[in-house]
């Protein structure tokens, strides 16, 4: 039991760590995408980015499953062209928890854009620096704070993830078995025990990893 | 020299305006630009920066088009050959002093101009610092050097000093003055300061509703060297302030202020802004020196 116990937990973390790896290439550039657009369709683009913020967690997985499963053309198309099955696999799990935790990413990686002053930016580019250049060595470092909280809460919130993996993850133990569906699982069964040791070992990395961010940034803001 | 000739529609406080500008500047000039807050001074600026695109308009700066609207040539700001200051410095927060001018390096450029630069503007005491922990004045200094580093040939100040006080404000526009004829710059300063406007630059021009007015020359100071240490200054009025049975009027003078006393009835028709000759009976003069 004990080791199931040890196996879930590193499923968890692992799960959370590849997704926020992939979140950082994926939602810095979307965030700085959206924080320099100008386009109509802005408002849009927000919006489906922040769509599981609000919906259901079951109604992304549905789909999701949907999208994924042999049946559908995207799923026989994936496993033909790729090999890959996201359906009750590892991988499917990654893929559904970066819709899942994109907004958490983007939204505070954006803001940290919108509100660094415009004048680093153009000051940069008077200096004769490309935008890449400019991004890299200007925006990225004076907006540490933002990309802190945006990974940190990416992460956290990939732990705290069930409705979505349950669709698309089932349940099985060493593949797609997280914390967080093992404490239902456990008291379905009446296995009060282990359920309370799984949701004690999560509200401890709760606590002390917000309490880490807050303190970080508490720092950073008096540094800067 | 550079030709400018620019179009564009602006949103002011006062309502929609156009800005239309016709300007040639000569090398090596100081040119300064005034008008009032929303005239589209700083508008001016970010155009020729290349920071903000006209409807129509041309820019030839020596023998290169920077902009030609017509044949949709607009060259980037990284391509132009500006130094820009910026009137809130816009200093990179996560670089010390040296860090902020060696980061406006170029490709292989010798790295002499820093050491160069940090001494013109005596910033080596202050190298290692972050922006954070400068005041004002020491920032403005560094975002001067910064904005030389890679040598440009036209320097840009957009109301560099309004955030300074007096004795700062002297301070820095000595070493604005002290670049501009060091690296044979053609500068351009925006600046609502008449003071300021008539101490540093060679020419002024003054924007009014996004229009050129006409260009505003120093008013001449000594109007008549009169006979027997008689005569007569000009200034502008700042203000007018009773004191007891007489008024104070404050008076620019070149860039001087001077209070003088003055008899209620002699500034019954004065107020601020308005012109007014100051004339002395000196009696006996002596020269000081």
Excluded: C
């Amino acid at each position: 039991m004990a080791q199931e116990f040890w196996q879930t937990l590193w499923l968890t973390f692992r799960l959370a760590a590849v997704t926020t790896l992939l979140l950082i290439l994926i939602g810095i550039p979307i965030a700085y995408g959206i924080s320099r657009s100008r386009s109509r369709f802005k408002p849009l683009l927000e919006a489906l980015i922040s769509m599981p913020l609000v919906l259901p967690p079951t109604v992304l997985g549905f789909y999701l499953l949907l999208a994924f499963s042999p049946g559908s053309w995207l799923g026989a198309w994936l496993e033909q062209a790729f090999g890959l099955k996201l359906v009750f696999t590892f991988a499917g799990l990654v893929v559904g928890s970066i819709f899942y935790s994109l907004p958490f990413m983007v939204q505070p990686v954006q803001s940290g854009f919108e509100n660094l002053p415009p004048n680093l930016v153009e000051a940069s580019y008077t200096l004769g620096k490309s935008r890449m250049e400019t991004l890299l060595r200007v925006q990225l470092p004076n907006i540490k704070p933002s990309l802190l909280t945006g990974i940190v809460l990416a992460f956290a919130h990939t732990v705290g993830e069930f409705g979505v993996i349950l669709m698309i993850g089932g349940n099985i133990p060493g593949q797609t078995r997280v914390a967080s569906i093992a404490i239902y699982d456990e008291v379905e069964a009446l296995h009060y025990g282990l359920a309370n040791q799984y949701a004690l070992v999560l509200i401890a990395f709760a606590f002390s990893i917000l309490a880490m961010v807050y303190a970080i940034n508490r720092r950073m803001l008096r540094a800067g | 020299m550079i030709e400018i000739k620019l179009k564009k529609a602006l949103h002011a406080a006062s309502g929609p305006m156009e800005l239309a500008v016709q300007l040639e500047i000569a090398p090596g000039e100081f040119l300064a630009i005034t008008g009032p807050s929303g005239s589209g001074k700083t508008t001016l600026l970010r155009l020729i920066a290349g920071l903000a695109q006209p409807e129509e308009g041309y820019i030839k700066f020596e023998e290169r088009v920077w902009l030609d609207t017509a044949k949709k040539i607009a060259l980037r700001p990284q391509e132009r050959n500006i130094g820009l200051v910026f009137q809130d410095y816009a200093l990179f927060p996560n670089m010390t002093v040296r860090q902020n001018l060696e980061y406006a390096l170029g490709k292989g450029q010798n790295r002499k101009i820093i050491d160069e630069l940090i001494e013109i503007t005596e910033l080596k005491e202050l190298e290692k610092r972050y922006p954070a922990r400068l005041s004002g004045g020491q920032q403005q200094r560094v975002a001067l050097a910064r904005s030389l580093v890679r040598q440009p040939r036209i320097l840009l100040l957009d109301e560099p000093l309004s955030a300074l006080d007096t004795g700062m404000r002297a301070k820095l526009q000595h070493y604005i003055l002290r670049v501009h004829e060091a690296y044979q710059l053609t500068t351009i300063l925006v600046s609502h300061d008449q003071r300021e406007v008539f101490k540093l630059s060679s020419r002024i021009i003054a924007l009014h509703h996004g229009r050129i007015s006409q260009p505003a020359l120093p008013p001449p100071m000594l109007l008549s060297n009169g006979h027997n240490g008689d005569f007569q200054l000009s200034g502008e009025v700042l203000d007018i302030e009773a004191q007891g049975d007489k008024n104070i009027v404050k008076v620019l003078i070149g860039a001087n202020m001077v209070r003088i006393e003055a008899l209620p009835e002699e500034t019954r028709h004065l107020q601020p802004g308005d012109t007014t000759t100051i004339r002395f009976d000196a009696g006996q003069s002596e020269l000081l020196r």
